[in-house]
């Protein structure tokens, strides 16, 4: 039988609930707040006068070339980083469930990544492709490519999006393969059985059980790569050559923190929030249908 909790008093219910309201008051609300009024408001670098000009800064946004391309920046490199680290990891995790001598030592190596803190993940893809001390940039050099991410925009984007996506994929590595050990071996005997070849299991069997954790994990990347690949853009490339590598999130501390325009970089925050808001809360109403619990 099931046991029902009750409380004795309508108090207690809401002492336990505190804290969490409270950390989420103090941590998300409070500097939500703080940023949308700090966005309406024009601000001097020293912090000495404000005056209030209500949306101006969000109409000089959508009006500035700079801030529109780095919102194209952020939806290609948000996009190819959230396809590439799902296709990377649902692939090593696939070849990790085979049952082959050393899985165990595989799967622990593959783990590993996500350990590395951004900053110094971004150090080693550098060391990897630099023109001039790299292995693979001076792989390209021998081989007659032009290889300089430091002058070229499209290379630049490509290691940073490779980069991000490294550091990714150990994390949805973790979640892909519990979900693959939890589909039962009957479901993929049953398909074996019917004459069903490996790749057609993996699409009609498979995939579908395993919706729930690609939509979890597809909403995690895209977080992800919006907010935390901050660290590898400033290590690998400072939003250049020629802002090509900028995006929102790296606009934010450029007019911030380097050109001390607060309005504008607080207003940025804001349409950031809203974005992946909005974004989110398409994916929950659109991609879940389509997700079988």
Same mark, same amino acid.
């Given at each position: 039988?099931?046991?029902?909790?009750?409380?004795?008093?309508?108090?207690?219910?809401?002492?336990? *609930? *505190?804290?969490?309201?409270?950390?989420? *008051?103090?941590?998300?609300?409070?500097?939500?707040?703080?940023?949308?009024?700090?966005?309406?408001?024009?601000?001097?670098?020293?912090?000495?006068?404000?005056?209030?000009?209500?949306?101006?800064?969000?109409?000089?946004?959508?009006?500035?070339?700079?801030?529109?391309?780095?919102?194209?920046?952020?939806?290609?490199?948000?996009?190819?980083?959230?396809?590439?680290?799902?296709?990377?990891?649902?692939?090593?995790?696939?070849?990790?469930?085979?049952?082959?001598?050393?899985?165990?030592?595989?799967?622990?190596?593959?783990?590993?990544?996500?350990?590395?803190?951004?900053?110094?993940?971004?150090?080693?893809?550098?060391?990897?492709?630099?023109?001039?001390?790299?292995?693979?940039?001076?792989?390209?050099?021998?081989?007659?490519?032009?290889?300089?991410?430091?002058?070229?925009?499209?290379?630049?984007?490509?290691?940073?999006?490779?980069?991000?996506?490294?550091?990714?994929?150990?994390?949805?590595?973790?979640?892909f393969l519990a979900g693959l050990q939890s589909i039962p @071996?009957?479901?993929?005997?049953?398909?074996?059985?019917?004459?069903?070849?490996?790749?057609?299991?993996?699409?009609?069997?498979?995939?579908?059980?395993?919706?729930? @954790?690609?939509?979890?994990?597809?909403?995690?990347?895209?977080?992800?790569?919006?907010?935390?690949?901050?660290?590898?853009?400033?290590?690998?490339?400072?939003?250049?050559?020629?802002?090509?590598?900028?995006?929102?999130?790296?606009?934010?501390?450029?007019?911030?923190?380097?050109?001390?325009?607060?309005?504008?970089?607080?207003?940025?925050?804001?349409?950031?929030?809203?974005?992946?808001?909005?974004?989110?809360?398409?994916?929950?109403?659109?991609?879940?249908?389509?997700?079988?619990?």
């Open positions: 039988m099931r046991k029902k909790v009750i409380f004795r008093g309508a108090v207690l219910p809401y002492l336990l *609930l *505190l804290p969490q309201m409270a950390v989420t *008051l103090v941590f998300f609300f409070w500097p939500a707040g703080m940023t949308v009024w700090q966005s309406m408001q024009r601000e001097d670098a020293f912090g000495l006068r404000t005056e209030f000009v209500a949306f101006e800064n969000f109409l000089d946004l959508f009006t500035d070339a700079i801030y529109l391309n780095a919102a194209w920046n952020t939806v290609v490199f948000s996009t190819s980083v959230a396809a590439l680290a799902l296709g990377s990891a649902l692939f090593l995790a696939v070849q990790a469930d085979k049952q082959i001598r050393g899985s165990g030592l595989y799967k622990t190596l593959l783990v590993w990544p996500y350990a590395v803190a951004p900053a110094l993940a971004a150090v080693l893809w550098l060391f990897i492709f630099h023109p001039s001390i790299g292995l693979v940039g001076r792989g390209f050099s021998a081989i007659g490519i032009d290889w300089d991410y430091r002058v070229n925009g499209g290379q630049a984007m490509a290691m940073v999006i490779v980069a991000a996506a490294w550091k990714q994929v150990s994390y949805n590595f973790i979640f @071996t009957s479901v993929l005997e049953a398909a074996a059985i019917d004459g069903a070849r490996p790749m057609r299991r993996f699409w009609t069997v498979v995939f579908p059980l395993l919706s729930p @954790t690609a939509f979890f994990l597809l909403v995690v990347n895209l977080v992800y790569a919006f907010f935390d690949t901050f660290g590898v853009i400033h290590a690998l490339t400072r939003g250049g050559p020629g802002n090509a590598t900028e995006t929102l999130i790296y606009k934010v501390y450029v007019d911030g923190v380097q050109n001390l325009n607060f309005g504008s970089s607080a207003a940025q925050s804001a349409v950031l929030m809203a974005i992946v808001i909005a974004l989110t809360a398409i994916q929950f109403r659109f991609i879940e249908r389509r997700v079988h619990y």
